[in-house]
């Protein structure tokens, strides 16, 4: 019976599907649940829909975790297994999405925390990083090249930190209210190095103008950097995907030799 179960929650073709299908409609509720007027309207047909996909999100969890023990990616013995899928990402995500539902029932909480909680349903979204190959590969892509983005990121940081102060020094006795401090002159750093420029906080004097022209053309560089590594790493991805088979026998991926 658990193994039934099992094969029928990680590989039914329909059962994916449909848990694919609910996870959308609960980000479309969430957003029709946005305006005012239509959810005075429809409250008791949200309110439903809200129950049965936490219904049917909560069973599917408990099934995850009774029959976590025959997924061949954790080791140790049931327990260990099941304490593993708890931990893991998606049985997070799992809990996750269903417990703002259940925490208002439980405990006495704030309305304005019981909002809190109603946004943490857009977390169900990621449910579909299971289901979606497509969230697969940019997810292995990700990991692939962290270590990377985690270089480009850092250099990134210090040169944010070295134009907010810059700027402090250059602009902040003419515009004191705006550039108050190092802290302050992060926000222009950051809307100039990404090249935005949203214009609530700009330069006024010639030598500030320099700077940012400066750090705006450095900008360039450096978010292109980061766009282009995942970029290639996804392209090789799935140039990768399209060259490999599957073993009738075992179902185990292999690259044919050319």
Known sequence: ?????YNFIEFNPGFIKFIYTLI???VVSL????????????TQYLDAFEVFSVAVFTVEYLLRLWTADLNENYSGGSFRKRLKFMFSTFGLIDLIAI?????????????RVVRI????????????GRYSKSLKTINSVLRETRSDLGITIFIAFIMLVLASTLM????????PDKFASIGHSFWWAVATLTTVGYGDVYPVTGMGKLLSGIIALIGVGIVALPTGIISSAFI??????????????CGAHFTPKE
């Open 1 to 5: 019976m658990k193994r039934r179960v």
């Open 24 to 26: 959308i409609l609960n």
């Open 31 to 42: 957003i029709i649940g946005s305006y005012k007027e239509i959810r005075e309207m429809n």
């Open 99 to 111: 417990l703002p539902f259940y925490l208002p029932l439980l405990f006495p909480i704030d309305l």
């Open 117 to 128: 909680l109603r946004i943490m349903r857009l977390i169900r979204i990621f449910k579909l």
């Open 168 to 175: 402090y020094y250059v602009e902040g006795d003419v515009q």
């Open 236 to 249: 090789e991805k799935i140039h990768q995907d399209n060259k490999s088979c599957t073993c009738p026998n």
